[in-house]
């Protein structure tokens, strides 16, 4: 009896942290969507989202474009510290977006791996 209410609970407790990963991509999404948050639509093609730009490039396989997410939050924090000409704002140095907002779009664009399919 202990091993199954002990098995229960490591089942549930399972669950939350799924869930908890889903949330955390959903609210990732929606702020990566928002624009006066992340508008990355505003140049990025992205599955999923209406009216995408061409400025930027697709947001696909994104993990095979940088080694680490932590890359990625450096590039998404001040693109201009990569590039100098770059048209992409500075979501973090200019407090675009707050440190966990900031979090939640990396994790979010960090899990973009499949490719764009064209409507």
């Known amino acids: 009896m202990k091993s199954l209410v002990l098995f229960c609970l490591i089942l549930s407790l399972g669950a939350c942290a799924f869930n908890s990963k889903q949330q955390r991509l959903a609210t990732g999404k929606q702020l990566s969507f928002q624009r006066d948050k992340g508008n990355c639509l505003a140049c990025h093609m992205i599955e999923g989202g209406e009216d995408p730009g061409n400025v930027g490039?697709?947001?696909?396989?994104?993990?095979?474009?940088?080694?680490?997410?932590?890359?990625?939050k450096a590039l998404i924090w001040d693109a201009t510290q990569f590039n100098a000409q770059s048209s992409?704002?500075?979501?973090?140095?200019?407090?675009?977006?707050?440190?966990?907002?900031?979090?939640?779009?990396?994790?979010?664009?960090?899990?973009?791996?499949?490719?764009?399919?064209?409507?």
């Open 57 to 72: 490039p697709a947001l696909v396989d994104i993990q095979t474009k940088f080694s680490t997410k932590s890359q990625l």
């Open 88 to 119: 992409m704002p500075p979501f973090g140095r200019n407090k675009i977006l707050t440190p966990e907002e900031l979090d939640l779009v990396v994790d979010y664009i960090w899990s973009l791996d499949a490719p764009v399919t064209g409507k």
